[in-house]
């Protein structure tokens, strides 16, 4: 025990700053990728190449010469094995790491032009109309990371986005229906454009391909996605690979608003959609009353056989 000790007195003196900033960007690599990893395909992966190094290790203690050289053989082909096997896991590793390097500029660049977010009033209004009825839809909202490679694979646009343009889309009467939408730079940058799907195990059964694509191109990239079910009519919105449904129109636009504006708080945040809320409401009351005159003026002119003035009727 003492000789212990007196080793590690004797050892860490030796550390210096570099060596500590050393393990610390090795920790922080590590707790990264444990943390892209978890609960992925990729767990099970990592866990059958530890098993081979078990093996391995296995064969050299007890004289298998022949299943060691066949592992060590074949750890000449290990590393192209791992770029085929985790190239999923890798793609987002790195877009992780430069989401993270460039998110204080772009950050900054996006708060520089926050006040021309008149476009999530489109998107919420046109997805709202949609599920109203039950006409499906895929929106995706570009944040840092170009979804170029996305925009060409569909039909280029280019144009001013509009809540217009958006319905005129997904009408299944037209030819670009089939596909999602992708907003870029407050521009409709392309329609009709094909995604990839999710391959996560754990996504459920009854999602469709809309909702596997939204949750497939966020988790591929740092975008958003809102979804509205056809069978179902309800609206969904996907970030970071994960999927909230069953929204209305107020949680809507403060979901786009806190994945493309971060910065604001979440008192902020709820304040808004509360603002929201009692707008709406005003709005709906509105209507009401309208409706509930219009209904008395025709109580009142039924006996005598009267007909509403079409200024009323509209």
């Known amino acids: 025990m003492s000789e212990l000790v007196f080793q590690l007195r004797s050892f860490f003196p030796t550390i210096g700053w570099k060596d500590l900033l050393d393990i610390c960007i090795v920790a922080f690599l590590a707790y990264e990728v444990l943390r892209l990893i978890r609960g992925t395909r990729a767990v099970q992966m990592a866990a059958g190449l530890v098993a081979l190094a078990i093996l391995y290790q296995v064969a050299r203690w007890f004289g298998l010469d022949t299943v060691e050289w066949v592992l060590r053989n074949a750890v000449m082909y290990l590393g192209f094995g791992i770029i085929v096997l985790f190239q999923r896991e890798l793609r987002a590793a790195l877009l992780h790491f430069g989401k ?23 998107v919420v209004q046109a997805a709202m109309d949609l599920a109203g009825e039950k006409v499906g839809a895929l929106i995706i909202l570009e944040r840092d990371v170009g979804l170029k490679t996305y925009i060409e694979s569909g039909i280029r646009l280019d144009a001013r986005l509009t809540y217009d343009l958006l319905v005129t889309i997904f009408n299944t009467n037209t030819p670009l229906h089939d596909g999602a939408a ?37 988790e591929d990239t740092d975008a958003c996605a809102v979804v509205v ?24 636009r403060r979901l786009i608003q806190q994945a493309l ?3 604001h708080t979440d008192e902020e945040a709820e304040a808004l959609e509360a603002e929201e809320r009692d707008h709406d409401l005003k ?6 009353e309208r409706q509930t005159s219009i209904r008395s003026i025709q109580e009142r002119s039924e006996p005598f056989g009267e007909k509403l003035p079409e200024e009323v009727k509209s």
Do not use: M
């Open 100 to 122: 993270n390097f460039r998110q204080p500029f772009a950050r900054v660049r996006r708060r520089a032009n926050a006040h021309e977010h008149s476009w999530y009033d489109d």
């Open 182 to 218: 992708i907003i870029s730079k407050h521009r409709l940058a392309a329609a009709s454009c094909f995604l990839p799907l999710t391959q996560d195990p754990r996504t459920a059964r009854e999602l469709g391909t809309r909702h596997r694509a939204a949750i497939g191109i966020t």
């Open 229 to 252: 079910s056809e069978e179902t009519g309800t609206i969904s919105f996907a970030v970071g690979g994960r999927l909230t449904r069953e929204l209305d129109a107020p949680r809507l």
């Open 261 to 263: 504006e971060p910065w």
């Open 283 to 288: 709005i709906q009351n509105i209507l009401d």
